[in-house]
């Protein structure tokens, strides 16, 4: 809705210094199989270019939701690289050539652009390989570039936020010869260097337990462990991709769930820190207070600036966000059935059956809004009548949060006589409910 878009525009305003718009060259090439890659990517060169130097290319995931048109892929990263726009500012900042494949997202169970466990076991077809092809991309980009006078490296550098960031760090896991150094924001769930831990087998991508079955090659531990890498998130993000099964199958859930436990999304982050510390000394791990699904470019672009020749790991020091105002907990002030909700300009989104919460924060940030996930209980005299209720709510107009349940919930929050109810989180922590907040189902 358009008060997410909006949103979105002040994040990225808060979090990086904001850019102006792109002056650079924006180059597109398509699929060559017979060069071993199946699908087409965008060349990004800044205007500030030190070409008397060789210079190493930054990849990075595209972060477009298309499924169907490679053409609207195009338009959309041609789009978001001539504005600049979130991670694509980091080639700007380096000084340096950047690849984005042009690799459309395909349907559940695939997350072709997260290079996730279903992908990754494909041996044949235009998603196999898939961290293959995008070398062979990067190989070509290479003499496109030495044709244009731009001498690069043969190593490379990656960097992404969120599904980019997974990106990033698996494609530097499994192609760690081919990488300088990385930066990975919006990643709390980091394959592990390990192939097991206190004596779980952790599968791809929970781990390297099974890469050389998928992959045809064993995981080259010591060419990893020479990548500098700096790896962040928010404090208050619980974006957890665990739930989703275009992202996850039950298999690689499993094995996270017993390796993190099933806590929120911060304390598996915490875990997931604590082991890395103990086995990844070429990794800087930092958390910061007060932001969400957010990221702070400049740090990202600090750490590249340092490791343009690779490691050793040199540390940065990341911005200090601590006297931000928290974006959690949301306390929820009342709660309304359906039409009676107060509801003004998008009225026409809302169902007779809609449940809407009202909160105390009016401006949400946009991965709220497109996120916002939680485990409730609906309660009738205190007892629970929905238990676990998970829905995903969308955002209305001045902190009012939509929520659509299924015709079966609604069918026996009816049932009863009085139906006057009371709601319970699972997460007070993102979404607070005071036990005396009541609705009424009509």
């Not at 718009?21 to 500030?48: M, V």
């Not at 192609?175 to 930066?183: D, F, T």
């Not at 080259?220 to 500098?228: D, E, G, L, T, V």
């Not at 099933?262 to 932001?291: D, F, M």
Request: hydrophobic residues 40%; negative net charge.
């Amino acid at each position: 809705m358009k008060n997410i878009l909006v949103s979105l525009m002040c994040l990225a305003g808060f979090v990086c210094a904001a850019h102006a718009e792109s002056t650079g060259e924006i180059l597109t090439f398509p699929a060559r199989p017979e060069k071993g890659f199946e699908w087409g990517y965008a060349l990004y060169l800044p205007e500030h270019m030190d070409t008397s130097k060789k210079l190493p290319i930054l990849l990075t995931m595209n972060n477009e939701d298309v499924e169907e048109s490679v053409e609207e892929l195009e338009n959309q990263v041609r789009r978001d690289l001539r504005r600049n726009y979130s991670q694509y500012g980091i080639a700007d900042g380096v000084g340096v050539p950047m690849l984005v494949p042009l690799l459309l997202q395909d349907k559940e169970p695939f997350h072709t652009r997260q290079l996730n466990r279903a992908v990754f076991k494909l041996q044949d077809g235009p998603f196999a390989h898939l961290d293959r092809q995008v070398l062979a991309m990067l190989n070509d980009a290479r003499q496109v570039l030495q044709k244009r006078g731009i001498r690069t490296k043969k190593k490379f550098l990656v960097a992404g936020f969120s599904t980019p960031g997974v990106f990033a760090w698996h494609f530097a896991m499994l192609q760690p010869e081919h990488v300088l150094a990385g930066v990975v924001g919006g990643h709390q769930n980091p394959m592990l260097p390990l192939t097991v831990y206190n004596g779980v087998a952790l599968i791809y991508p929970v781990g390297v337990q099974d890469v050389p079955v998928y992959a045809g090659r064993p995981f080259n531990k010591r060419a990893w462990r020479k990548i500098p890498l700096f790896v962040v998130s928010g404090g208050d993000d619980y974006n957890d991709p665990l739930p989703y099964n275009h992202v996850y199958g039950e298999e690689e859930r499993a094995v996270f769930n017993k390796l993190y436990g099933e806590g929120n999304l911060q304390s598996k982050w915490r875990k997931a820190q604590e082991i890395l510390s103990s086995c990844a000394p070429n990794v800087q791990l930092h958390t910061y207070p007060n932001l969400g699904h957010e990221a702070v470019w400049s740090d990202q672009i600090e750490f590249l600036k340092k490791h343009l020749n690779g490691g050793p790991l040199h540390p940065i020091t990341p911005t200090d966000t601590s006297d931000r105002p928290s974006l959690l907990p949301f306390r929820v002030t009342g709660l309304y059935w359906g039409k009676e909700a107060p509801v003004k300009s998008e009225r026409e989104y809302l169902g007779e059956t809609d449940l809407v919460l009202q909160v105390d924060k009016k401006d949400v940030p946009y991965w709220i809004g497109y996120k916002s996930t939680w485990n409730v209980d609906i309660l009738h005299q205190d007892q629970p009548v929905l238990e676990e209720v998970r829905f995903r709510g969308g955002w209305l107009e001045d902190g009012l949060i939509q929520v659509s349940l299924s015709d079966e919930d609604v069918a026996k929050l009816r049932s009863y006589k009085d139906r006057t109810f009371s709601m319970r989180s699972h997460h007070p922590e993102i979404l607070d409910i005071p036990a005396d907040l009541t609705f009424t189902v009509r």
